[in-house]
């Protein structure tokens, strides 16, 4: 979620741009080429289903014939103005809105679980989904309204006296409860404890309020810089590999080497040829599903 908030900030400069082409240029990958009407300059967006989202200038091999997620996205948003990027409450979750004569869309760019890319109509409703989900509390699929997940704890507008009712609640140590209960994850959870010193594997029941205020005054601070937008993004390295991509320089990675970047959505390209899993084949049923209502929503528009 912290990634998102400062890549969802550095895409502003983005606002305002015209969509050009969409590709589906790998099973789960998205290219959207855009162009800036007032300086003519080009810029990709690659998205990496569930996985990563970038700024990139590399060179793609375009497949020749298009699938039919990309010509349904090519339908509604080619042409189309981006006229807002926003991250939804403090998910996971990259809200493009675009901007066309026939009405307003918005693509749903959700980097959780399996993941997600969803076209949605001005009233809600999806158009069509990159994956078909039927979860507990939403559905994912055609014609239905879009609903986002359960919203989380958003840390950026957390009290002190919500911060103690939320350890209170938790019956695990220290990083876990960080990372679960505050919605902060589990990397940012071993920055918060180091930049502390306080062992991250101490128990909460064991937690004294001077523990407890020091481990909020330092979240405070480091919530300082999403909260102004002070970011000093670096890529983290060991060994020549890449490691990590941070907002600001990690003292948990002290002892690996930094490279300090402008701008953390760009900085993400190094890491698109690094795959953290890899997806797994739908089975027959599900195919069948897509197939089916894919056609459907054809037979629907025609």
Same mark, same amino acid.
């Given at each position: 979620?912290?990634?998102?908030?400062?890549?969802?900030?550095?895409?502003?400069?983005?606002?305002?741009t015209?969509?050009?082409?969409?590709?589906?240029?790998?099973?789960?990958?998205?290219?959207?080429?855009?162009?800036?009407?007032?300086?003519?300059?080009?810029?990709?967006?690659?998205?990496?289903?569930?996985?990563?989202?970038?700024?990139?200038?590399?060179?793609?091999?375009?497949?020749?014939?298009?699938?039919?997620?990309?010509?349904?996205l090519?339908?509604?948003?080619?042409?189309?103005?981006?006229?807002?990027?926003?991250?939804?409450?403090?998910?996971?979750?990259?809200?493009?809105?675009?901007?066309?004569?026939?009405?307003?869309?918005?693509?749903?760019?959700?980097l959780?679980?399996?993941?997600?890319?969803?076209?949605?109509d001005?009233?809600g409703?999806?158009?069509?989904?990159?994956?078909?989900?039927?979860?507990e509390?939403?559905?994912?699929?055609?014609?239905?309204?879009?609903?986002?997940?359960?919203?989380?704890?958003?840390?950026?507008?957390?009290?002190?006296?919500?911060?103690?009712?939320?350890?209170?609640?938790?019956?695990?140590?220290?990083?876990?409860?960080?990372?679960?209960?505050?919605?902060?994850?589990?990397?940012?959870?071993?920055?918060?404890?180091?930049r502390?010193?306080?062992? $991250?594997? &101490?128990?909460? +029941? /064991?937690?004294?309020?001077? #523990? =407890?205020?020091?481990?909020?005054?330092?979240?405070?601070? %480091?919530?300082?810089?999403?909260?102004?937008?002070?970011?000093?993004?670096?890529?983290?390295?060991k060994?020549?590999?890449?490691?990590?991509?941070?907002?600001? $320089?990690? &003292?948990?990675y +002290? /002892?690996?080497?930094?490279e #300090? =970047?402008?701008?953390?959505?760009?900085?993400?390209?190094? %890491?698109?040829?690094?795959?953290?899993?890899?997806?797994?084949?739908?089975?027959?049923?599900?195919?069948?599903?897509?197939?089916?209502?894919?056609?459907?929503?054809?037979?629907?528009?025609?």
């Amino acid at each position: 979620s912290f990634d998102i908030n400062v890549i969802v900030s550095e895409l502003q400069e983005l606002v305002g741009t015209i969509i050009d082409k969409i590709y589906q240029i790998t099973q789960n990958e998205l290219l959207i080429r855009l162009r800036n009407i007032n300086t003519k300059q080009k810029e990709n967006i690659l998205i990496r289903n569930g996985e990563l989202i970038c700024i990139t200038n590399k060179d793609f091999k375009i497949p020749l014939k298009p699938s039919v997620f990309a010509m349904t996205l090519r339908k509604y948003l080619q042409n189309g103005r981006i006229i807002e990027i926003s991250q939804h409450e403090f998910d996971r979750i990259i809200k493009l809105k675009i901007s066309r004569k026939e009405g307003n869309f918005c693509l749903y760019i959700e980097l959780f679980s399996t993941g997600n890319i969803i076209l949605v109509d001005e009233n809600g409703k999806i158009i069509l989904p990159f994956i078909r989900q039927i979860w507990e509390h939403r559905s994912i699929k055609g014609r239905e309204t879009y609903v986002p997940p359960p919203t989380q704890i958003n840390p950026l507008n957390l009290t002190k006296e919500r911060f103690k009712e939320l350890l209170k609640e938790s019956d695990t140590d220290i990083v876990r409860t960080l990372a679960v209960n505050v919605n902060l994850s589990g990397r940012v959870a071993e920055e918060i404890c180091a930049r502390a010193n306080i062992d $991250k594997n &101490i128990k909460i +029941k /064991d937690l004294n309020e001077e #523990i =407890i205020a020091k481990l909020f005054e330092t979240i405070t601070d %480091f919530l300082r810089y999403f909260k102004e937008k002070e970011f000093q993004p670096v890529i983290v390295k060991k060994d020549a590999e890449l490691i990590d991509i941070t907002h600001v $320089k990690f &003292i948990t990675y +002290k /002892d690996m080497d930094v490279e #300090i =970047i402008d701008s953390f959505v760009r900085g993400l390209e190094k %890491f698109i040829e690094i795959r953290k899993f890899e997806k797994k084949t739908d089975d027959e049923t599900e195919k069948l599903i897509g197939k089916l209502n894919r056609q459907l929503l054809q037979q629907q528009e025609a």
